[in-house]
């Protein structure tokens, strides 16, 4: 089983609404990850988490919040988001930070009104 | 048919056809390299993945290849069916820790029937 799943999968939110995306993942993976998608590019790399504990921050501005409550689940806090920011936010996982096959979720489809 | 990536981001096929995508990666001292098939809504699914030290690796349907001289990569779908619509994205790891994957611009291949 390879499954990341993550909720919601639309999320609308104003300016200076605080909201929250999901992410979790029963595999037992050690390391997990926040992407960023803008439509018709690649995934870039926002956060990487290692054994619960952020090991790379992508110089993410700090309305993004990442926090990994236990080994399976990581959320993404988000507060004053710009309409800039409306995209398809992507959760994977690997079996640790050395083990290179990055499983990804659904992602969720964020607009920022 | 074939693409080169990133001057070709569209590959119309045949079905049945075989299909080549490529791609050229940016660091030569990159050691891992997985491609990805994102359909439309979904997030992107591992396909086959190859590390530095061959040069072919073979999979249902799928071979990838590695050309480290030119820093080049392909991906190889036989008997292309139109399930295999989707945008292909070819990433690398490019070493010093924390499993970070840059991702290719991303090739959509288009099945016509």
């Known amino acids: ?25 029963h595999m037992g993976h050690r390391a997990m990850y926040w992407y960023k998608q803008k439509a018709k590019k690649p995934p870039e790399l926002m956060f990487v988490y290692s054994y619960e504990k952020l090991s790379i921050n992508e110089s993410v501005p700090s309305r993004f919040s990442p926090e990994c409550p236990n080994s399976s689940l990581l959320n993404l806090h988000l507060h004053a988001l710009q309409p800039e920011d409306s995209a398809l936010y992507l959760c994977a996982s690997s079996q640790d930070r050395n083990t290179d096959t990055q499983y990804f979720g659904p992602g969720t489809r964020l607009t920022v009104l | 048919g074939e693409s080169v990536g990133l001057h070709l981001p569209t590959l119309s096929v045949q079905e049945g056809d075989n299909s080549i995508i490529n791609c050229a990666y940016s660091n030569s001292a990159s050691d891992y390299f997985i491609w990805y098939k994102q359909e439309s809504g979904k997030g992107p699914q591992f396909i086959i993945d190859i590390r530095s030290n061959m040069d072919k690796r073979q999979g249902q349907r799928v071979t990838v290849l590695l050309n480290k001289t030119v820093k080049h990569l392909s ?6 069916q139109p399930g295999d619509s989707a945008v292909y994205f070819c990433a690398e790891n490019m070493g010093g820790g924390g499993n970070k994957l840059t991702f290719g611009t991303g090739t959509q291949l288009k099945v016509e029937l």
């Open chain 1, 1 to 25: 089983d390879t499954e990341v799943t993550q909720t919601p999968k639309h999320l609308v939110m104003g300016m200076t609404n605080k909201k929250s995306l999901k992410c979790e993942q």
């Open chain 2, 75 to 80: 991906l190889q779908i036989a008997a292309t």
